[in-house]
């Protein structure tokens, strides 16, 4: 069975669905190693790792496939890329479906700011015409053709136009085909409340960012009030942040590593990455040599 139709089968699944961010190849095999059904891909997180820059749209729809394409096909679970805008208009979105389809990527997130946007935790985001994106979004599920990717429609609408039109858009987009409504940045409980009773029946996304503008509430809490997905978008970009400065900041002071804890070691690293399995491959054509 296909990824994408692993993850229908996981949103059709009772309960809540907890999925970590991941930005790269090996935060999302130790995501598949802690027993996480699905990650999701930051765009905020893929940006600072490989270009060292906020998400103010930098990535190229390229260097973001290239990305995310690494990342799906280096894990057996299901994986959500945000694909930012499309990188266009409804032209330019059937061709990013349509190579996020064949790199393997079971849902997309398709969101309505401007060109170049921004990270939904910043200030100055200004968004597109509702009508505009409508197109977009059907565009995607016209590109997704029969695969069953699953497309997420986000609405950054919150800041610029505030909440009402943000909840518009979210309903006009789940009209137009998107599976998923995310309604980014909800600023206090009582809008994460607001938005899911505008939407009793729809899948809905909420997105946790430490420190970020909506606040960080658990899984359990998200599920009550209503919502499906609870993603924690950049709490392994944070958090091995903080350990590479603890270890590099060790290393400067004490010019050593030894006696500092916190890092697996090259045993443990090589299986992470699933040495033993290439050095068998190895073995095995090594004795035609012999």
Known sequence: MNSTHNLR??????????????????SAQLAERAGFEMVFTSGFGISASTL????????????????VGRIAQSVQI?????????????LNVIRTVTDAVQQGIAGVILEDQEWPKKCGHFQGKRVIPAEEHIQ????????????????VGRTDARAPLGLPE???????????GADIVFIEAPQSVEELQEIAAAFPDVPLFANA??????????????????????????????????AI???????????????FDNLVNFQQFEQIIDVPKYRELEQKFSEFNE
């Open 52 to 67: 060292g820059r906020p998400d103010y749209g930098f990535l190229t729809a390229t260097e973001m496939l290239y990305s």
């Open 9 to 26: 089968q996981l949103l059709q699944r009772p309960g809540m669905l907890v999925v970590p961010g991941i930005y790269d190849c090996i």
């Open 245 to 259: 400065e603890d270890c590099f900041q060790y290393l400067r002071q004490h010019q050593t590593t030894n006696g």
């Open 209 to 242: 960012i430490e420190g970020g503008k909506t606040p960080v509430l658990s899984a359990q809490e998200l599920e009550t009030l209503g919502y499906k997905i609870a993603v924690y978008a950049l709490s392994g970009l944070f958090a091995a942040t903080k």
């Open 136 to 151: 977009k979004i059907r565009a995607a599920v016209q590109a997704r053709g029969e695969s069953g990717l699953v497309i």
């Open 166 to 176: 943000a909840i518009r858009r979210g309903r006009a987009y789940y009209e137009a």
């Open 78 to 90: 299901p994986v959500v890329a945000d694909i930012d805008t499309g990188y266009g208009n409804p």
